[in-house]
């Protein structure tokens, strides 16, 4: 099992489909993470979860609805997207988030588009 | 706005020299710095972190901290092929592990 896992790793959607991503990590972490990757763009960090209760949101466009069940799981629901929303996702994992040498471990990301 | 600025390269370097990437950030309340090693459709991955101005080394890698001109940096000695990737500079704001990334630098090592 590869420490942080995401499906799909591709998805392709129509702007009026809903979809949901799915993340799971296996490191014992207690924090997760949504980031976004478009071309030539940073990375954009979209939410935080810090055992399961959402601790930052970076104003992300309420199409994006994200979800954390509990410390191991992430989702991110999608509704109503956008074809500016096409990019990679990645989800991340870390231990203890006020700690501030805890790295994050990316998963292998989704790569979304939106048609 | 918090930012970190990095060349996007790419930077060429034969096989065996050093590959210097840099990394300047303009929060002066970051406390720590991560490089990360991304290869072309993948994930990216932790190379090394510092929080203390001066160097530190791992392996072929050493990452520089200068904090009183907020600039980091990572080289890479003996640079291979397999080196060839996108490197992200990502700074941390303290409080929560959440990172802010730079663009990154892609890099070519030609055999």
């Known amino acids: 099992e590869t420490g942080v896992t995401q499906t799909p790793r591709h998805l392709v959607m129509g702007m009026t489909n809903k979809k949901s991503l799915k993340c799971e990590q296996h490191?014992?972490?207690?924090?997760m993470y949504w980031y976004k990757q478009s071309a030539k763009k940073p990375l954009e960090l979209m939410f935080v979860?810090?055992?399961?209760?959402?601790?930052e949101n970076n104003s992300v466009p309420s199409r994006f609805s994200p979800e954390c069940p509990n410390s191991s799981h992430l989702f991110l629901h999608l509704h109503t997207l956008q074809p500016e929303d096409s990019a990679l996702y990645l989800c991340?994992?870390?231990?203890?988030?006020?700690?501030?040498?805890?790295?994050?471990?990316f998963g292998q990301g989704t790569r979304l588009t939106v048609v | 706005q918090k930012e970190v600025e990095q060349n996007s390269g790419p930077l060429s370097v034969p096989e065996g020299a050093i590959a210097s990437l840099n990394c300047t950030y303009s929060d002066r309340g970051s406390q720590s710095f991560f490089w990360y090693r991304q290869y072309s459709g993948k994930s990216p991955e932790l190379i090394m972190f510092?929080?203390?101005?001066g160097d530190k080394e791992d392996g072929r890698f050493t990452a520089q901290l200068n904090k009183a001109s907020q600039y980091v940096s990572l080289l890479i000695r003996d640079s291979q092929p397999s080196d060839s990737a996108t490197y992200l500079c990502a700074v941390n704001r303290g409080g929560y592990s959440t990172l802010t990334f730079g663009k990154g630098t892609m890099l070519l090592v030609s055999p």
């Open positions: 991340a994992s870390s231990q203890t988030p006020r700690v501030m040498n805890t790295e994050a471990f």
């Open positions: 490191l014992g972490h207690n924090a």
């Open positions: 510092i929080y203390s101005n």
């Open positions: 979860y810090s055992l399961e209760e959402r601790v």
